[in-house]
């Protein structure tokens, strides 16, 4: 698989210039997930706000936003972003059926 990275790029405006300048770039897994978190709950949030207005572009955001969060769970899966701890002694478990939650929902 090929190298995951963040990059952070200053736009100015004003300048006689519209092109993006890099600024630096990063594959720390502390900064992938914040932009991972990021990039999904602005996508889950722009699909939201059509809930009431549109339901065709609710539709279309809401596709979106579920593949943003499939395609960003494949290159950036928990497992590789967590640090390498062991357990010690697990806890007991509950084990609980729910029902399939609304992808919009929390």
């Not at 200053?10 to 502390?30: F, K, N």
């Not at 900064?31 to 999904?40: G, N, P, Q, S, W």
């Amino acid at each position: 698989m090929g190298l995951v990275e963040a990059a952070l790029t200053y736009r100015p405006h004003g300048l006689g210039s519209e092109g993006a300048i890099p600024l630096g770039s990063t594959a720390d897994p502390r900064a992938l997930r914040a932009v991972r978190d990021a990039l999904v709950e602005q996508a889950r949030h722009e699909a939201l706000l059509w809930r009431d207005l549109d339901p065709g572009v609710l539709a279309v955001r809401t596709a979106e936003f579920e593949r943003l969060a499939r395609v960003l769970s494949f290159l950036l899966p928990d497992e590789d972003l967590r640090p390498e701890l062991r357990l010690v002694k697990a806890p007991a478990s509950e084990s609980s059926s729910k029902p399939p939650a609304d992808p919009l929902e929390g």
